[in-house]
């Protein structure tokens, strides 16, 4: 009865969240802008929902938004259209963080002294956390419309470190991005994305600027809280994430995302499941989840690897 009534709050979440995006990137601007601009105040919580619609895909990259494979990849590869990204791209990012969580390419909130001038470290880090990731997101399936050789080399060039979980990851990235029917599939999604914010772009015409703070709010909201559950945390403990505390409304609005140490122990637990299984293993939170949000913009920090202590 749980699985079921679970699944149908899937579906129910999918059909608002898209239709609203839907709403503020087509409907807004083709019907009701015209009518008076104050219309433009109803893409503040579309943006705001923008986590929920995250977390909601987060269910599909692992498989846990329908149990029927095929189903589950279909649901996610129109979410991650209106997300502005491909569902493919975004799987192999998030899975490759799973297998390989703090390794060198996953850990941007850490600072080490080869890096270079800290100031350098620092103004890298914080335009990762107010747009650069979700940018990448973006731009990395547009990236995939290039001729199969200069993805390659840029396959190449991301993973080209000698680290061993670097090669691991890039052998992977390989298949992904270089697989024929994987990368036309990228390729498809990435015209997709790019058709819906054109045909967007022209049901507002001269109001453009409302859909770009749109399209930037999205982005930051993505780009902030992506990595706030690892930030500080230890490099040598790749099953370590942070249960950070919110109130209910709160963490159910991003699916229980927040105990997201129980979820990196149990990746194949649906989101209404994680609360039952955080009360069977005992388990805390380390801190706040929206204090440990603003901690980040302090900077990069030196390495640990010695687990924080909870308060």
């Known amino acids: 009865m749980e699985r079921r009534s679970g699944l149908a709050t899937n579906w129910l979440l999918l059909a608002l969240l898209g239709a609203a995006t839907l709403f503020a990137l087509i409907l807004l601007p083709l019907w009701l802008l015209p009518r008076s601009a104050w219309w433009g105040f109803a ?13 909601l895909h987060h269910e599909a990259i692992h498989g846990n938004f329908h149990p029927a494979r095929r ?39 850490i600072y080490e002294a080869d890096e270079g001038p800290y100031a350098v470290a620092k ?50 990235a390989e298949q992904v991005f270089l697989q024929d ?49 690892h930030f500080g945390t230890p490099i040598d403990d790749p099953d370590f994430a942070m249960n950070l505390r919110l109130p209910l409304i709160l963490r159910l609005a991003i699916l229980n995302m927040n105990m997201h140490r129980v979820h990196h122990h149990n990746p194949d637990l649906p989101w209404w499941q994680l609360p039952v299984r955080f009360r069977q293993l005992g388990d805390g939170y380390d801190a706040g989840f929206i204090a440990t949000a603003f901690r980040q913009f302090v900077g990069p920090v030196r390495p640990r690897t010695v687990l924080p202590l909870r308060p």
């Open 43 to 55: 893409l503040i919580p579309v943006a705001l929902a923008t986590n929920s619609f995250w977390a």
């Open 71 to 109: 189903v589950n990849r279909r649901a996610g590869r129109a979410m991650a259209v209106m997300l502005g990204s491909s569902h493919r791209v975004l799987r192999f990012a998030h899975l490759m963080h799973h297998r390989n969580n703090r390794y060198r390419l996953d850990r941007p909130d």
């Open 123 to 172: 103004l890298r880090f914080l335009s990762e956390l107010l747009l650069f990731l979700y940018a990448s997101e973006v731009a990395v399936p547009l990236l995939c419309l290039l001729p199969k050789a200069a993805v390659r080399r840029i396959v190449d060039f991301v993973y080209r470190h000698p680290d061993p979980a670097v090669q691991s990851v890039k052998s992977v």
């Open 181 to 229: 029917r994987s990368l036309r599939e990228i390729r498809i999604d990435a015209l997709l994305g790019t058709a819906l914010i054109a045909a967007s772009a022209v049901c507002f015409g001269s109001c453009w600027p409302m859909l770009a703070v749109f399209l930037l709010g999205r982005g930051l909201l993505i780009s902030t809280l992506d990595n706030v559950y």
